[in-house]
């Protein structure tokens, strides 16, 4: 079972680390269009959100569950930008502004949010020898 574990979180934690260095930024290169770019790479980044909810979940199962709280921060991270970013993001792509904010800012704020969350994946791995 923990061997299953470790893969999964290697597998998770790279994805997270690859979709936001190079698949992103490839579909916005790669894409003229860049709506349906940005709506691929927020697909993404959703699919992302999950992966990482169902391996902390897997985690909460595990002897020794508390080391991971650098997971469970991660996933956490991931879900206020998911469930409580996204709809400011859609709003303001879509008026222009929602709550005060651009859509750019909206952005920048998602954008921290997600390398944070990818910082403490990197901080679970670095500073644990998952066995």
Do not use: K
């Amino acid at each position: 079972m923990r061997g299953v574990f470790r893969v999964l979180l290697v597998l998770t934690l790279g994805s997270m680390w690859s979709l936001a260095a190079w698949v992103a930024p490839t579909l916005f290169f790669a894409q003229p269009n860049r709506q349906l770019a940005g709506d691929l790479a927020g697909r993404l980044f959703r699919i992302e959100t999950y992966l990482c909810a169902a391996v902390a979940l897997f985690a909460l199962s595990l002897p020794g569950r508390r080391r991971f709280l650098w997971l469970y921060l991660g996933a956490g991270l991931l879900g206020i930008n998911e469930w409580l970013l996204r709809p400011q993001l859609a709003a303001a792509r879509l008026h222009g502004v929602s709550s005060g904010l651009s859509f750019g800012a909206w952005h920048g704020v998602s954008a921290i949010l997600y390398a944070a969350a990818c910082a403490a994946g990197l901080l679970l791995v670095w500073n644990d020898d998952l066995r």
